[in-house]
């Protein structure tokens, strides 16, 4: 069998062979005549030496002229084709099936389950090999893997039984990655191929060419699905208000097909909330406002689903887990009483914590409100100190009784936070008496603007717990509320004054004492000396101060518990305290299970099966709550073609082709290579020349 080249140029190197015989005829010494007067006492050499000494030449010349001649061919790497085996039988080959396990592979198009139709590909792949031939397997889900490494066809089947559809995204380009480092381990003498099984949905199939092929690799594509499959999902589910935005729901069409009758529902701890008639334009999207309802505190979870007849039911609901706060306690002290409540001087007050406070209605609140007498002030804060208030406010009214204001001391003292304001009633000789060791300042007198001018706020403490809401830009103009009386004051050495008017008298002036805080504000808690409570700055700042008051952050009504991707590694962080702790986990349907924290108090969770989890502490008191969805890039079904998505893929020259140390270890897949034998040659022929020089001129 004639053998080839794999680089034939450099036979042109063959020519350097005629320079050594030249130099080597040019140089050679010719024979010269000598005079001499006698020869006799010369003793006679034997011309047989001469002869052999040009024979050894020769054959020096001609040992070194094939090792260079050995050389040049190993450089121009010689190999026979390996057309068939010793039994007549083609070459043998090895096959790396990527098979694609994202959550697209659920859908069930006209032709079938993609997952079946997939799994029927891919083991009429392996039914092609011979016994003698391999195959790995690499699955490509949320993370590509190898799931089995080259070995019999057999045994890559058997793991295909086992094998489920997952929930998580999938990157074709990952698992072309990983197929390229099993390259890397295949037998070369065998030949090489990678067969893809996959639906190639376009956010599946983007970085195709993120992981170069060799250019004589044969890779085959085989494509499961409808190239256009109408899907209906739900993408979001957001019940935290964030930036004014309400609690919604967001349904998108993602094919050309018109939805016209869909119906949605959301569902609150297994309980139906509301049902909405749903129509869906051809690659529509849709938001939904949705209310909750009043929950008692601790972590709830959420579901918004959809009935539609689309290829992929995964998607159609998605989960929230969220915790409501227990409400700050709140105790209004209202001093005038009246059947109207827009005349009482905590009206604005309780409008803004709780709009439906004392209401028939319910509503969701961050405050539970009560409403109270002067002279019920002492019991209210000395009975059932399970359930007392966190914060106290007093609007500007008549002294209190001594045994009112010595609970209120205590209260205060104890942690608990109060809200002074003042007003029309009040007395400054009174209140410095009466609250001397509560106050952050001493009232002097009353003052009152111009009528051409009112007082306006000017600087605050913009890191103050009270302005929270406030540092975001275009977020409210402090600014804006005209004042139009307040007091003369002065501050006490331990207060903090975080907003003054504009000619610098104090307008907010905050003490702590004890554990708790005092906050007086140089205005009335009605509208009778300005007109705060009726801008909209007033809400947000009233709930700053009230959480702060109470020892809190700027809690919201609700707060999102985590939420994450299907099919990802979910790190769960506990904090130090709960280090090497067991706890008791559940949810999405499955059985319970104890898991146990690491040092840092940490759980390593994979999370495959949509829906919310719960995780209790081993007495069932609930920890943490969390919700698990499918991403949202999986509702898309829209494919590549298989063509298409082979002109994505990097084609590169293998860089075991050109180099003479490349293949050191096995010949090409279909070659037979002869240089390591012509190398092994001439480096013995170097060898006996060097032997054979060193004994011709001894």
């Known amino acids: 069998m004639p053998f080839l080249l794999t680089n034939p140029m450099l036979l042109a190197a063959l020519a350097g062979l005629g320079i050594p015989v030249v130099l080597h005829l040019l140089l050679k010494q010719k024979s010269q005549r000598l005079r001499f ?19 050894r030449n020769w054959l020096l010349l001609l040992l070194r002229l094939l090792v260079f001649a050995l050389l040049v061919l190993v450089f121009a790497r010689p190999y026979l084709p390996r057309l068939t085996n010793p039994n007549g039988m083609p070459p043998a080959r090895q096959l790396i099936l990527v098979l694609d396990q994202s959550a697209s592979l659920q859908a069930n198009d006209g032709a079938g389950l993609r997952w079946t139709l997939a799994l029927k590909a891919a083991r009429q792949a392996l ?16 993370q590509a893997r190898v799931a089995a490494g080259f070995g019999p066809p057999s045994v890559a089947a058997q793991i295909l039984d086992g094998l489920t559809p997952g929930t998580g995204t999938g990157e074709l380009s990952a698992g072309l990655r990983e197929a390229t480092r099993l390259l890397a381990l295949g037998d070369p003498k065998f030949t090489t191929s990678i067969t893809v099984v996959s639906d190639f949905q376009r956010t599946s199939a983007l970085n195709l060419g993120a992981s170069p092929l060799p250019s004589n690799l044969n890779v085959q594509l085989v494509a499961v699905g409808d190239i256009a499959a109408p899907n209906v999902a739900v993408v979001e589910l957001n019940l935290a208000a964030v930036n004014d935005t309400l609690p919604h729901a967001t349904v998108a069409n993602f094919g050309a097909e018109e939805f016209r009758e869909l119906t949605a529902e959301f569902l609150v701890d297994g309980k139906t ?5 749903l129509p869906l334009t051809a690659g529509g999207t849709t938001n939904l406002n949705l209310t909750l309802p009043v929950l008692p505190a601790g972590w709830h979870s959420a579901e918004f689903r959809v009935k539609a007849r689309d290829p992929l039911a995964l998607d159609n609901a998605r989960f929230a887990a969220f915790y409501t706060p227990e409400p700050v306690r709140v105790l209004l002290l209202e001093g005038r009483p009246t059947a109207r409540s827009f005349e009482e001087q905590s009206f604005f007050v309780a409008a803004a914590l709780d709009p439906a406070f004392g209401t028939t209605n319910a509503s969701r609140s961050p405050f539970a409100l009560q409403k109270l007498r002067p002279d019920e002030l002492a019991g209210a804060l000395t009975t059932n100190p399970t359930n007392r208030p966190e914060v106290v406010v007093l609007p500007a009214q008549r002294p209190l009784s001594g045994a009112a204001m ?4 205590d209260f205060v003292q104890a942690g608990g936070g109060l809200l002074l304001w003042v007003g029309e009633e009040t007395s400054a000789n009174r209140f410095n008496t009466d609250l001397a060791e509560l106050s952050p300042a001493l009232l002097r007198a009353v003052e009152s603007a111009d009528a051409e001018s009112d007082w306006h706020m000017g600087e605050h403490d913009p890191d103050a717990a009270i302005f929270a809401s406030f540092r975001r830009s275009n977020s409210g103009n402090l600014a804006l509320p005209a004042f139009l009386r307040r007091f003369t004051l002065t501050p006490v050495a331990t207060s903090l004054v975080s907003a003054r008017f504009e000619d610098g008298v104090p307008l907010l002036i905050g003490r702590t004492v004890g554990r ?35 020892g809190r952050g700027p809690e919201k009504s609700v707060r999102d518990g985590e939420n994450w991707t299907a099919g990802a590694e979910a790190d769960l962080d506990l ?74 893929l990097v084609r590169v020259e293998p860089t075991t082709g050109n180099l003479l140390g490349a293949d050191w270890f096995g010949p090409g897949q279909n070659q037979r290579e002869l240089w390591r034998f012509l190398l092994l040659c001439a480096l013995a022929l170097l060898v006996v020349e060097t032997l054979y020089s060193n004994r011709s001129y001894a």
């Open 516 to 550: 708790g805080q005092v906050l007086l504000v140089n205005t009335s808690a009605d509208t009778s000396w300005s007109d705060w409570p009726k801008r909209k700055s007033f809400v947000p700042w009233l709930h700053n101060t009230a959480q702060f008051l109470a």
């Open 406 to 409: 010595g609970a209120l001391r």
């Open 273 to 277: 909330v509301s049902v909405h008639g």
């Open 127 to 142: 039914a092609s090999l011979r016994p003698n031939d391999r195959a790995a397997l690499i699955t490509c889900g949320t």
């Open 37 to 55: 007067s006698t020869i006799r006492f010369f003793q006679k050499q034997d011309e047989q030496a001469s002869a052999k000494r040009k024979l």
């Open 575 to 648: 904090g130090q305290p709960a280090a090497k702790t067991a706890f008791r986990l559940q949810g999405a349907g499955r059985p319970e299970t104890t898991v146990t924290t690491d040092t840092q108090g940490r759980l390593d969770l994979s999370l495959t099966t949509p829906g919310v989890y719960s995780l209790r502490d081993t007495s069932g008191r609930e920890v943490r709550r969390w919700a698990v969805n499918v991403p949202a890039a999986e509702a898309d079904l829209t494919a590549l073609r298989p063509a298409d998505a082979q002109q994505q």
